[in-house]
């Protein structure tokens, strides 16, 4: 493949953040727009917070969005070698100094200064480079630089705003400024993708890209172009929180959201299509992203919007697409993924496929996730109605006609014509021998025989469940309130 080349780089330190998610499908749809390459690089060098189900996850969640990488997954670890020849050729050219100071020192001589951070103290010292030492950056004296930016225009940071930072701990770690620098020399990136949190150490990795091209050891390469992303917030317009904000990728599998609806979503943060559609085909993301066009103002990450585009989604399948989607959360036995912690409340012997295609119809039109299918239908597969208490006592035990609607039901649904019309207009007779309209009188039916107030259509529920379920249900309803 030709073209330009981009990475998305997290650290596997938790679970795949839905920032992450929107970083990397920026850079998937600007490569795929261009012609480019799309590369995953995994920044494990931290090994105290790293673990390998993290890294998995980041995997499973791009493959999930279907955000196939060209090259990959690349272990930071292993590119320590290259971080470590760039941090000796920054040092024997001059760039970089040893520095023996401790934090405490620094706070102590620095306390009171206008300027807070590291004061240069060992700058032209001539600190001897031992195993006690770190080494710094020497940032300029005076003067800017400049970070030309697609998203936001040319940035201008000024050095004095800089203190000299550490760039080689005393214990040989090279830190992320200059390690992501350098694998992005290395992986020969073209444009650089990412969130606007990472804006403020950009000045320091181009000061030491340039610094590098300097050195006759390292071979010149050109700068990349950056593009900073709008942060996405909260709805108080807050930088989501990994404790507060529910920000994990896989928990939105996990309750039933399709990676379609949950592409498009991302592809609106920051971005929209030409025209006033929302909802748009992956195809037509590709076609018309530009990078030009992203917004810098912060991005609401609204889940009320996700979760009622994901129901458009759902309910634009096909009958056969949707019961194909719902089978991990109706029958996990048959599918090769399941959605983590979660079981369905039948066993596989009270499963009936055949009923589940033929209510499949009714339930789609009335969720937005597909984990709200198995409460939806569980009583249609259990032998005990599933009682929601508060319902029953709300609906039947505390509701003075609920129990002669009940009575009256048993009677009628005994030789009623078996058809959803036909338990349709029975039930709105009844109703009106009690002066009750349809609404009162079917909410005791519906809780006696499905065991909740909501639900797919009753009549048509009904009419699959058969007769002699329907009025065991009225009869064990009637009992339980002591009829």
């Not at 100094?97 to 103290?121: M, Q, S």
């Not at 942060?231 to 807050?238: G, I």
């Not at 929209?272 to 929302?278: F, H, V």
Request: proline share 6%.
């Amino acid at each position: 493949m030709s073209g330009p080349r981009v990475r998305i780089a997290p650290s596997p330190t938790g679970f795949m953040h839905v920032g992450t998610a929107r970083t990397a499908l920026f850079n998937w749809l600007f490569s795929h727009q261009s012609g480019g390459v799309f590369i995953l690089r995994i920044e494990d060098t931290d090994a105290e917070r790293n673990r390998d189900e993290w890294r998995e996850g980041i995997i499973a969640g791009l493959h999930w969005l279907g955000l196939d990488f060209d090259e990959g997954p690349f272990l930071q670890s292993d590119l320590l070698p290259d971080h470590v020849v760039a941090a000796e050729a920054l040092f024997a050219n001059g760039y970089l100094y040893p520095c023996d100071c401790t934090r405490e020192e620094i706070d102590e001589r620095t306390k009171g200064n206008a300027k807070p951070g590291y004061d240069g103290h060992c700058r032209d010292r001539h600190v001897a480079r031992t195993d006690q030492t770190a080494l710094r950056f020497r940032v300029p004296d005076e003067g800017t630089t400049v970070v030309h930016d697609v998203i936001r225009g040319d940035i201008t940071f000024a050095h004095d705003s800089y203190e000299d930072f550490i760039v080689v701990r005393s214990n040989g770690v090279v830190l992320y400024p200059l390690a992501n620098a350098v694998d992005d020399r290395t992986m020969k990136i073209t444009h650089i993708i990412r969130g606007e949190d990472l804006l403020p150490t950009t000045p320091k990795q181009v000061m030491m890209w340039e610094a590098l091209n300097h050195c006759p050891e390292v071979e010149s390469v050109d700068h990349p172009k950056y593009a900073h992303l709008p942060m996405l917030v909260n709805e108080q317009r807050k930088k989501l929180s990994k404790r507060k904000d529910p920000v994990a990728v896989e928990s939105y599998r996990d309750q039933g959201y399709l990676p379609e609806a949950f592409v498009n979503y991302l592809a609106l943060l920051g971005w929209s299509p030409r025209g006033e559609e929302e909802i748009v085909p992956r195809s037509t993301l590709i076609e018309q992203f530009r990078l030009e066009d992203v917004s810098h103002s912060p991005a609401f990450f609204d889940v009320k919007k996700l979760t009622h585009m994901n129901g458009e989604y759902i309910r634009a399948l096909s009958l056969e697409q949707f019961i194909e989607a719902a089978t991990p959360w109706v029958a996990p036995w048959s599918s090769e993924w399941t959605p983590s912690d979660r079981d369905v409340p039948w066993t596989r012997e009270q499963f009936d496929p055949s009923l589940f295609s033929h209510v499949a119809h009714l339930v789609q039109e009335r969720v937005a996730t597909l984990g709200e299918i198995p409460a939806m239908v569980s009583f249609f597969f259990l032998d005990d109605v599933p009682f929601d208490d508060v319902t029953f006592e709300k609906a039947i035990a505390q509701d003075g006609t609920a129990k002669n609607v009940l009575t009256l039901a048993l009677d009628a649904f005994a030789t009623v014509e078996w058809s959803a019309d036909a338990l349709h207009h029975s039930t709105l007779q009844l109703g009106e021998s009690l002066g009750l309209a349809l609404r009162k009188s079917q909410a005791p039916i519906r809780c006696a025989i499905t065991g909740t107030s909501v639900g797919p259509p009753l009549f048509e529920s009904m009419e699959l469940l058969g007769r002699e379920v329907v009025l065991e249900r009225l009869r064990g309803a009637l009992a339980r309130a002591g009829a």
